[in-house]
């Protein structure tokens, strides 16, 4: 028979820094400048894709790093940093070889259409969107939020995966990594699915006004990345 | 392990992960895969038929992660069980996951098209016959090369993840780097070559793709011909590049030697990352100075 309240109240401080974690991540999405289909028919500014899938991508590039490090240190700090890192270093590559693409292969200049000046360069926008279009490609405000949310999710997946291996438990160094990798992989998905929800398929980064809807998303995360900690914190320290 | 080694092993990760990126890049292209597929889908009820493959299993990294996680679990499961050959057990595990792929293209091809009926969208068998094999030949690319990425991290590098998780989560990333990328080249681009280039896409026209190829009909593979000129390679670029660069600063700054060289992977990895911010910003200027503005400034502002 499992302890259950031994072992949540052992390991109290994991669930708690899972649920920060989790939360983070939930928060980062926000920031990620997707367009979704429009996007990819550039009839809307942000990346081609759906907001899941970057953040996704990004956040468990991030993952890996911080598990390659994770293996090397046992400094959180370096650990969340590194995790931060790789996201960051993954969705600027893809944002920079995206922008590309709309520059040189379609033909458009970047054009935001949420405001008429770039919140960071003060250029103007809308003369830049074609007929037809709410813009298209990658303002530079886009592209830094973008940094700015891999970097947010990246910190936040490293940080539930940090504190999953950590839990108290009994198992070899192997399984436990793969174990608790798993989970933070389910645990990231989740968070990066409830933000969705405020984003509805577009947004352009911390300048579109449905970045506002944030904390509604980060609440309801904080609800299921608790129930979440709970029975991974207990299906880890149970082995 | 010495530096050297960890850098040849990096480069050949990169090298890797060029050729994947490009691959599932063409992959989706040739089926239409992500989000050009709306158009696809919606091309039959703007009255326009087609001869396009069309099939969307799913977002390309929730496919593309299903079909690296089959791969490497059978691979993982052959070198540990039955102690294959590295290069037999990746190689067989690759091919099994391209087939599983190719069932669900065929399917999700006939179940698309079938529900088009009242739109007189034709199935057409022989587009099944000759795009679902290219399809399955360039998912056994890309995951045979994720498979090569994900060996030679949790066996050389030893990352402490297992083969089949990092190649999960490797798929997944090159899923979202391929519809990111590459797909907007295919959506934007080669679905709209009716519009004259970088007069940008009318949302009006949303449906109205072009039907007709450089020689007879369009079909899944002329686009994969055409995007491989440029969308296909850019996502390679892009999943190398991410690849190369998230694991280059843990390998020549190691952090295992000392928090300060921790440390340095961090600052490394931000001026990397400044860099790109930059890189990004003379593009944006490039394009605004080149092409030019769309409209002339309101005249109101003038006036007033």
């Given amino acids: 028979m499992i302890d259950i309240v031994g072992i949540l109240s052992a390991n109290l401080l994991y669930v708690l820094l899972i649920t920060i974690g989790g939360t983070l991540v939930s928060f ?32 468990l590039t991030g993952l890996i790093t911080a598990g390659t490090v994770l293996g090397l240190t ?54 830049y969107s ?44 192997t399984d436990l ?28 980064g911390f300048h579109d006004p449905k970045f506002k809807k944030w904390y509604r998303a980060v609440i309801s995360s904080i609800i299921a990345t608790f129930m979440c900690a709970i029975i991974g914190v207990l299906a880890i320290g149970g082995l | 392990m010495d530096p050297l080694l960890g850098m040849g092993v990096l480069a050949l990760m990169g090298a890797a992960a060029t050729i994947a990126g490009a691959t599932e890049d063409l992959e989706s292209d040739v089926g239409s895969q992500s989000n050009p597929n709306s158009q696809v889908q919606l091309a039959p009820q703007m009255m326009h038929p087609h001869r396009i493959y069309n099939k969307a299993i799913s977002g390309e990294p929730p496919s593309n992660a299903l079909m690296c996680a089959i791969g490497g679990t059978i691979a993982s499961v052959m070198m540990s069980a039955y102690g294959l050959s590295v290069v037999f057990a990746i190689t067989f595990g690759a091919a099994i996951a391209a087939v599983i792929h190719g069932t669900y293209a065929a399917s999700s091809f006939m179940g698309r098209v079938s529900s088009q009926k009242r739109f007189k969208q034709p199935l057409y068998l022989d587009i099944v016959r000759s795009h679902t094999p290219v399809i399955i030949g360039y998912a056994f690319l890309t995951t045979f090369f994720i498979l090569v990425i994900s060996y030679l991290m949790s066996s050389v590098l030893n990352h402490p993840f297992p083969l089949p998780l990092l190649a999960f989560i490797w798929g997944i990333t090159v899923g979202a780097i391929g519809s990111s990328t590459g797909d907007v080249h295919y959506g934007a681009e080669r679905e709209y070559q009716n519009v004259e280039f970088g007069s940008g896409i009318n949302a009006a026209n949303s449906g109205d793709i072009v039907r007709h190829g450089e020689s007879g009909l369009r079909n899944g593979i002329d686009n994969a011909w055409f995007c491989s000129k440029f ?27 000392s928090i300060t060289m921790g440390w340095l992977s961090v600052i490394a990895g931000l001026l990397i990352v400044a860099i790109l911010i930059i890189g990004n910003r003379i593009i944006e200027t490039w394009a605004r100075s080149t092409y030019g503005p769309y409209q002339e400034e309101e005249s109101e502002e003038v006036t007033a």
Avoid: C, R
Avoid at chain 1, 76 to 96: E, K, N
């Fill in chain 1, 28 to 59: 980062s999405v926000h920031f990620v400048p997707v367009g979704g289909a429009p996007a990819a028919m550039a009839q809307a500014p942000g990346i081609g894709t759906g907001t899941v899938q970057l953040a996704a991508g990004a956040g």
């Fill in chain 1, 74 to 127: 046992n400094s959180i700090a370096i650990v969340l940093a590194s995790g931060a890192v790789g996201a960051m270093l993954m969705i600027g590559s893809t944002m920079i070889i995206g922008q590309m693409v709309y520059v040189f292969g379609v033909g458009v200049p970047p054009a935001g259409g949420k405001s008429k000046y770039d919140p960071i360069t003060k250029d103007q926008q809308d003369i």
């Fill in chain 1, 130 to 173: 074609s007929q037809g279009t709410e813009g298209h490609a990658l303002p530079t405000a886009s592209y830094i939020s973008g940094i700015i949310g891999g970097g947010l999710g990246g910190l936040g997946g490293s940080l539930v995966y940090y504190s999953l291996v950590n839990v108290t438990n009994n198992i070899g160094m």
């Fill in chain 1, 177 to 204: 990594a793969g174990l608790a990798g798993i989970f933070a992989v389910g645990i990231f998905f989740i968070n990066a699915v409830i933000p969705s929800y405020n984003i509805g398929g577009t947004t352009e």
């Fill in chain 2, 231 to 257: 969308g296909g390679p850019v996502t390679g670029i892009a999943f190398g590049m991410t690849v190369f660069l998230s694991g280059w600063v843990t390998t020549v700054f190691n952090p295992g030697e």
